[in-house]
């Protein structure tokens, strides 16, 4: 695992997992409206280089919705994950990446 300061802006990283955000539906608790949960999960790709363009902060929590409020969104206590921004090409979006396999 590579430290913070050992990385720089623009350093290129053969990269195998990304992190994609899954969510699911649950049943609110108080038989009104619904949850919707919203989980980071590691997923694997083929090897791809990348080059690194800094660090981010990802939460799992859970959104509900008030017809008053809107969509409200409440992060885990626990659920807080460092990530790796990284981009493959010009042509595509920036993914995160976990740091464990850096």
């Not at 623009?10 to 990269?15: E, W």
């Not at 090897?47 to 981010?56: K, N, P």
């Not at 929590?61 to 008053?68: A, L």
Request: net charge neutral.
């Amino acid at each position: 695992m590579i430290s913070e300061e050992d990385m720089q802006l623009g350093d290129t990283l053969t990269i195998t997992q990304i992190y994609r955000r899954r969510q699911r539906s649950v049943s609110n608790e108080r038989g009104s409206g619904y949850h919707t949960r919203k989980e980071w999960i590691v997923w694997p790709i083929k090897a791809r280089a990348a080059i690194f363009l800094g660090w981010r902060t990802l939460s799992n929590g859970t959104r509900e919705w008030e017809d008053e409020v809107g969509a409200i969104y409440q992060p885990d206590k626990d659920g807080y994950i460092k990530a790796a921004l990284v981009c493959f090409s010009t042509r595509e979006n920036p993914v995160y990446v976990p740091t464990e396999i850096l």
